[in-house]
């Protein structure tokens, strides 16, 4: 009975249970739903506050922006004309018929003005249809202005060896009371009233720093890059008048960064920019290219590329040429050689040589000041590499020497043109080693101030008299026989690491790079643990470099081998891993290679651990040659090319063959030195287990890696010892197959090239081929893709060797940054209007390189900024866009190209009409004062072209026969 009525009671009550328990879920389903609600409100709310804020900053900025000063310039000569009588917006590639913009506009021109429209765009299809990229123009009537312009194509088109300038890839340039419409896709309607999103692949691709060339009002031919190259280092150039004549640029007043050339009789100096006088040439167009803005012409940036590449090259060659004869005579007697020795002064080095006003002096330790010519190399290549660090800071008024490092046959000779300088004309720093130091000059002194802030380098004390450097204590600076300032003596620019006692003068050459130097957060003094700060804080001084040093060792490179391993881990699975080049990350990070030991000893990857003993091992071979070459040169003493060739054989087969005299090498003598030149290039556990070093040469984890191979293509590389391309094309087929070769892998007649001889240079020479390559790769992109393409593979190439002697370039970087985006593009089949993602190979590597670009020249690039911005456009961040096109304007606040671009984004990204109108006036003033004043340059030019050019105009810096005699003499 209970069970019954047990059964009686739950078939009552389950039902309703049952309903109360559904209730319960709905009733919290309908809690749970209300809850979001008014949390998505409250979210919807809180962003449109944080957009409010945002939206009032930016404003705020903009205000401050457009309140800056426009460009100086009397404006006497000028139509006494308000902002608003003739002046027309800078154009927009979006067609502008807000009923607000349309009536400011008939405001800003003429009330009773007539409104027509020019739809007559270029190259009209079937069904009144028009291609991608063309413009089309909406006239404004007025009495004063009837004519109608015909559209212009957006493109930089190619021409019997001239390129015309129609937009740069921006928007045309409207006439006078025009509005600029654009139909940013195939078969778009000519509708009126047709609106479109924007094309930033039109606009991102001009060559950093060069300016917005959408404003000029006339076409402008300039030289062909491929028949003249030629890109400029630094980033600002002016406004050039003629590619016909090169001129000095006169001196300009500027203001927020637009550079106003005043009329100024200039001379031609066609011919000084065809001679050796290589310090007039340089200072010309260092000049020139100081004079360059934001908003110079490319015609301006690409006179000034020439003459830098033409310059380089010019000097590479002599100094090549040149530096063999010196070096393969350098054991004759004096009454045999061709070129003979000057008598010259200096306690390092051998014999200096003066020919073709280049000054060669060899990088070898005669007087034992060293310990060793290795050592003396070393500081040979210091001084080009402070040399190129003075030079990337762009300090103005200061004249540097171009310089060159010429290796063959082991020897290193250092190039540099003759300056106007002697002994007498010191003014800065020491000439006799520190008994007098000078800082006599306060212009050079104010100079030597802003470049050592630049650099992270420490003004102090130093020399008996406690005088006051901001540099190195031997640094030289000179007033020049030509009133020029001048630098000399670049090798110490940089501080030591902290001493060794076991290596003889460390603290001359053993120096940190400049990267580590300028990022570490405080300054550093380059005469550390020297004699020179002796009793002047030389405490504070060298505990401020221990720290350094410190921090390097305990954390710069122990978070360097996490970011390599996962370099190493990307790269290997592309199958990339054997192109890895350790030596250039190295760098970027500030890192010396001779601590690719310590780097060993900490990653954990297997094959990075062997492809950096590789490395090793390839440094250790190079110095091995360059050291027998010397010895032989030495015995042999007369110019000769079998006797070498041999040697050269002889050692590769030695370390290449499989013998026992080869494995007794490597464990011992290449072992030694292994060890000596890095510290922990062998874990503990190698040198406890006595491994073979031939075996830690070949331990990767796939058969087709070949250690031996690697290295012997690293040594070629190295010493520019070149052999065949069919034996080379033999290891490669078949890795790991050095047993069957046995002794003697490698035959006389297998070297094609021992010559060796390598120049390192100044970068811009990279960099300036790397510029011209891009230019005609972006005029190519709308003809021919495939041959742009070509055309950007080789400017990356060059730009990347540029960025191996100097890493963290921000013109190199940002020219490699927009290569990369315009690839992309091409990737996207040419939809300039369609978002990038990151998952696209190079729309991930356009913005590494643009973000590095920035970094490097720590938000003092306008143009770098300039196009992160538009890059965010492009990939739809367009917070992050408008923040980067505000810090551009605040930096260069007459920029007509961000102008526009910040403009053209305000309407259509933001709808921002009014405020983007207030952005096309100031763009549009900007350009009138800059043509008001290119007008008044070229007819004081015009008057002025019966005068005899002045001496001082002509060159700058042009040392007379006699001048070079008494420096000579001195």
């Given at each position: 009975?209970?069970?019954?009525?047990?059964?009686?009671?739950?078939?009552?009550?389950?039902p309703?249970?049952?309903?109360?328990?559904l209730?319960?879920?709905?009733?919290?389903?309908?809690?749970?739903?209300?809850?979001?609600?008014?949390?998505d409100?409250?979210?919807?709310?809180?962003?449109?506050?944080?957009?409010?804020?945002?939206?009032?900053?930016?404003?705020?900025?903009?205000?401050?922006?457009?309140?800056?000063?426009?460009?100086?310039l009397?404006?006497s000569?000028?139509?006494?004309?308000?902002?608003?009588?003739?002046?027309?917006?800078?154009?927009?590639?979006?067609?502008?018929?807000?009923?607000?913009?349309?009536?400011?506009?008939?405001?800003?021109?003429?009330?009773?003005?007539?409104e027509?429209?020019?739809?007559?765009?270029?190259?009209?299809?079937?069904?009144?249809?028009?291609r991608?990229?063309y413009?089309?123009?909406?006239?404004?009537?007025t009495?004063?202005?009837?004519?109608?312009?015909?559209?212009?194509?957006?493109?930089?088109t190619l021409?019997?060896?001239?390129?015309?300038m129609?937009?740069?890839?921006?928007?045309?340039?409207?006439?006078?009371?025009?509005?600029?419409?654009?139909?940013?896709?195939?078969?778009?309607?000519?509708?009126?009233?047709?609106?479109?999103?924007?094309?930033?692949?039109s606009?991102?691709?001009?060559?950093?720093?060069?300016?917005?060339?959408?404003?000029?009002?006339?076409?402008?031919?300039?030289?062909?890059?491929?028949?003249?190259p030629?890109?400029?280092?630094?980033?600002?150039?002016?406004?050039?008048?003629?590619?016909?004549?090169?001129?000095?640029?006169p001196?300009?007043?500027?203001?927020?960064?637009?550079?106003?050339?005043?009329?100024?009789h200039?001379?031609?100096?066609?011919?000084?920019?065809?001679?050796d006088?290589?310090s007039?040439?340089?200072?010309?167009?260092?000049?020139?290219?100081?004079?360059?803005?934001?908003?110079?012409?490319?015609?301006?940036?690409?006179?000034?590329?020439?003459?830098?590449?033409?310059?380089?090259?010019?000097?590479?060659y002599?100094?090549?040429?040149?530096?063999?004869?010196?070096?393969s005579?350098?054991?004759?007697p004096?009454?045999?050689?061709t070129?003979?020795?000057?008598?010259?002064?200096?306690m390092?080095?051998?014999?200096?040589?003066?020919?073709?006003?280049i000054?060669?002096?060899?990088?070898?330790?005669?007087?034992?000041?060293?310990?060793?010519?290795?050592a003396?190399?070393?500081?040979?290549?210091?001084?080009?590499?402070?040399?190129?660090?003075?030079?990337?800071?762009?300090?103005?008024?200061?004249?540097?020497?171009?310089?060159?490092?010429?290796?063959?046959?082991?020897?290193?000779?250092?190039a540099?043109?003759?300056?106007?300088?002697?002994?007498?004309?010191?003014?800065?720093?020491?000439n006799?080693?520190?008994?007098?130091?000078?800082?006599?000059?306060?212009?050079?002194?104010?100079?030597?101030?802003?470049?050592?802030?630049?650099?992270?380098?420490?003004?102090?004390?130093?020399?008996?008299?406690?005088?006051?450097?901001?540099?190195?204590?031997?640094?030289e600076?000179?007033?020049?026989?030509?009133?020029?300032?001048?630098?000399?003596?670049?090798?110490r620019?940089?501080?030591?690491?902290t001493p060794?006692?076991?290596?003889?003068?460390?603290?001359?050459?053993?120096?940190?790079?400049?990267?580590?130097?300028?990022?570490?957060?405080?300054?550093?003094?380059?005469?550390?643990?020297t004699?020179?700060?002796?009793?002047?804080?030389?405490?504070?001084?060298?505990?401020?470099?221990?720290?350094?040093?410190?921090h390097?060792?305990?954390?710069?490179?122990?978070?360097?081998?996490?970011?390599?391993?996962?370099?190493?881990?990307?790269?290997?699975?592309?199958?990339?891993?054997?192109?890895?080049?350790?030596?250039?990350?190295?760098?970027?990070?500030?890192?010396?290679?001779?601590?690719?030991?310590?780097?060993?000893?900490?990653?954990?990857?297997?094959?990075?651990?062997?492809l950096?003993?590789?490395?090793?091992?390839?440094?250790?071979?190079?110095?091995?040659?360059?050291?027998?070459?010397r010895?032989?040169?030495?015995?042999?003493?007369v110019?000769?090319?079998a006797?070498?060739?041999?040697?050269?054989?002889?050692?590769?087969?030695?370390?290449?063959?499989?013998?026992?005299?080869?494995?007794?090498f490597?464990?011992?003598?290449?072992?030694?030195?292994?060890?000596?030149?890095?510290?922990?290039?062998?874990?503990?556990?190698?040198?406890?287990?006595?491994?073979?070093?031939?075996?830690?040469?070949?331990?990767?984890?796939?058969?087709?890696?070949?250690?031996?191979?690697?290295?012997?293509?690293?040594?070629?590389?190295?010493?520019?010892i070149?052999f065949s391309?069919?034996?080379?094309?033999?290891?490669?087929?078949?890795?790991?197959?050095?047993?069957?070769?046995?002794?003697?892998?490698?035959?006389?007649?297998?070297?094609?090239?021992?010559?060796?001889?390598?120049?390192?240079?100044?970068?811009?020479?990279?960099?300036?081929?790397g510029?011209?390559?891009?230019?005609?790769?972006?005029?190519?992109?709308?003809?021919?893709?495939?041959?742009?393409?070509?055309?950007?593979?080789?400017?990356?190439?060059?730009?990347?060797?540029?960025?191996?002697?100097?890493?963290?370039?921000?013109?190199?970087?940002?020219?490699?940054?927009?290569?990369?985006?315009?690839l992309?593009?091409?990737?996207?089949?040419?939809?300039?209007?369609?978002?990038?993602?990151?998952s696209?190979?190079?729309?991930?590597?356009?913005?590494e390189?643009?973000?590095?670009?920035?970094?490097?020249?720590?938000?003092?690039?306008?143009?770098?900024?300039?196009?992160?911005?538009?890059?965010?456009?492009?990939?739809?961040?367009?917070?992050?866009?408008?923040?980067?096109y505000?810090?551009?304007?605040?930096?260069?606040?007459?920029?007509?190209?961000?102008?526009?671009?910040?403009?053209?984004?305000?309407?259509t990204?933001?709808?921002?009409?009014?405020?983007?109108?207030?952005?096309?006036?100031?763009?549009?003033?900007?350009?009138?004062?800059?043509?008001?004043?290119?007008?008044?340059q070229?007819?004081?030019?015009?008057?002025?072209?019966?005068?005899?050019?002045?001496?001082?105009?002509?060159?700058?810096?042009?040392?007379?026969?006699?001048?070079?005699?008494?420096?000579?003499e001195?």
């Amino acid at each position: 009975d209970f069970d019954v009525c047990g059964w009686m009671f739950l078939s009552q009550f389950v039902p309703a249970l049952w309903t109360i328990s559904l209730i319960s879920v709905l009733y919290k389903i309908y809690r749970n739903k209300e809850r979001t609600h008014v949390r998505d409100e409250r979210e919807r709310d809180a962003k449109k506050r944080r957009d409010a804020e945002l939206r009032r900053i930016c404003s705020e900025r903009r205000t401050c922006i457009l309140g800056q000063p426009y460009p100086l310039l009397d404006q006497s000569h000028l139509p006494r004309t308000s902002l608003h009588d003739t002046v027309t917006p800078p154009p927009s590639p979006f067609p502008i018929h807000s009923p607000a913009l349309s009536s400011e506009r008939r405001d800003a021109t003429d009330k009773d003005a007539d409104e027509e429209d020019m739809l007559e765009p270029v190259h009209r299809v079937d069904n009144g249809r028009v291609r991608v990229g063309y413009y089309y123009y909406k006239k404004v009537i007025t009495e004063e202005d009837e004519a109608l312009l015909d559209a212009e194509e957006d493109d930089l088109t190619l021409s019997q060896g001239t390129f015309s300038m129609h937009s740069s890839f921006g928007t045309p340039t409207p006439p006078l009371g025009c509005e600029v419409g654009y139909y940013p896709e195939e078969d778009a309607p000519l509708a009126q009233g047709h609106t479109s999103h924007t094309s930033l692949a039109s606009t991102l691709f001009i060559p950093p720093p060069s300016p917005s060339v959408s404003f000029l009002n006339t076409h402008t031919n300039i030289p062909s890059p491929l028949s003249s190259p030629a890109p400029p280092f630094p980033s600002s150039l002016p406004r050039a008048d003629s590619a016909a004549h090169i001129r000095i640029p006169p001196i300009s007043a500027s203001s927020g960064g637009v550079t106003i050339p005043q009329a100024k009789h200039t001379g031609d100096v066609e011919d000084l920019l065809m001679s050796d006088d290589w310090s007039g040439r340089l200072q010309v167009l260092l000049q020139r290219q100081r004079m360059l803005s934001s908003n110079s012409p490319l015609k301006a940036r690409v006179d000034v590329a020439q003459g830098f590449l033409s310059l380089h090259n010019d000097f590479v060659y002599a100094a090549s040429l040149y530096g063999r004869i010196i070096i393969s005579e350098a054991f004759l007697p004096d009454d045999k050689k061709t070129i003979r020795h000057s008598a010259l002064g200096g306690m390092a080095g051998g014999h200096k040589y003066i020919v073709h006003n280049i000054l060669f002096k060899f990088a070898v330790d005669v007087r034992g000041f060293y310990g060793s010519d290795y050592a003396a190399a070393v500081v040979g290549g210091h001084e080009l590499k402070g040399l190129i660090a003075i030079m990337n800071t762009r300090v103005p008024d200061v004249c540097l020497p171009l310089m060159s490092l010429v290796d063959y046959r082991g020897f290193r000779l250092i190039a540099m043109s003759i300056l106007p300088v002697s002994r007498n004309t010191i003014v800065y720093g020491s000439n006799d080693y520190g008994h007098t130091i000078h800082a006599r000059h306060p212009p050079l002194v104010a100079r030597m101030k802003e470049m050592a802030q630049k650099l992270n380098i420490q003004g102090h004390r130093c020399g008996r008299d406690g005088v006051w450097v901001w540099s190195p204590a031997d640094l030289e600076g000179h007033v020049g026989r030509d009133g020029q300032m001048y630098l000399l003596d670049f090798s110490r620019m940089f501080p030591p690491e902290t001493p060794d006692s076991s290596i003889k003068m460390g603290h001359l050459y053993r120096l940190l790079r400049p990267e580590f130097v300028k990022a570490f957060p405080v300054p550093l003094c380059p005469d550390a643990f020297t004699a020179f700060i002796r009793g002047h804080n030389q405490e504070d001084l060298n505990a401020n470099v221990l720290k350094a040093h410190a921090h390097l060792t305990y954390n710069v490179i122990p978070a360097f081998c996490t970011h390599l391993e996962d370099v190493a881990l990307a790269a290997n699975a592309k199958g990339d891993l054997a192109a890895l080049r350790v030596s250039g990350l190295l760098h970027q990070f500030g890192i010396n290679v001779r601590y690719l030991g310590a780097i060993r000893s900490l990653v954990t990857l297997p094959d990075l651990k062997t492809l950096l003993f590789v490395e090793m091992c390839a440094r250790v071979a190079k110095q091995q040659i360059r050291a027998k070459l010397r010895d032989k040169m030495r015995k042999v003493r007369v110019p000769m090319d079998a006797v070498y060739r041999r040697l050269i054989v002889s050692y590769l087969n030695l370390v290449l063959g499989v013998s026992e005299q080869g494995d007794e090498f490597w464990d011992t003598i290449m072992r030694g030195e292994l060890l000596k030149k890095f510290k922990q290039a062998m874990t503990p556990e190698e040198l406890q287990q006595d491994y073979g070093v031939l075996l830690l040469l070949n331990l990767f984890s796939s058969t087709h890696m070949d250690g031996r191979l690697l290295f012997f293509q690293r040594i070629q590389e190295m010493t520019e010892i070149r052999f065949s391309s069919r034996i080379n094309a033999q290891f490669v087929a078949n890795p790991n197959c050095w047993l069957q070769r046995g002794a003697y892998p490698l035959d006389i007649s297998d070297l094609e090239d021992m010559d060796g001889l390598r120049v390192k240079h100044l970068p811009l020479r990279h960099m300036a081929h790397g510029y011209i390559l891009k230019v005609h790769g972006e005029i190519m992109w709308g003809q021919d893709p495939v041959k742009a393409r070509r055309f950007f593979e080789m400017a990356l190439e060059k730009l990347f060797l540029g960025l191996e002697s100097d890493p963290n370039n921000a013109t190199a970087l940002c020219h490699i940054g927009e290569v990369y985006f315009r690839l992309a593009e091409g990737d996207s089949s040419g939809l300039s209007a369609m978002r990038f993602t990151f998952s696209g190979r190079y729309v991930a590597l356009a913005h590494e390189y643009l973000q590095r670009s920035i970094k490097a020249s720590e938000g003092t690039d306008d143009q770098g900024l300039l196009r992160f911005a538009q890059f965010h456009e492009r990939c739809g961040h367009d917070d992050m866009a408008e923040e980067y096109y505000l810090l551009c304007l605040e930096l260069q606040p007459n920029n007509t190209e961000a102008l526009q671009e910040y403009g053209n984004f305000l309407q259509t990204g933001r709808g921002e009409f009014e405020e983007a109108e207030k952005l096309f006036l100031r763009c549009s003033e900007n350009n009138r004062i800059m043509d008001a004043a290119e007008e008044a340059q070229r007819h004081e030019e015009e008057h002025s072209t019966g005068m005899a050019p002045s001496p001082s105009a002509a060159s700058p810096s042009v040392p007379l026969a006699s001048q070079q005699h008494q420096q000579h003499e001195d």
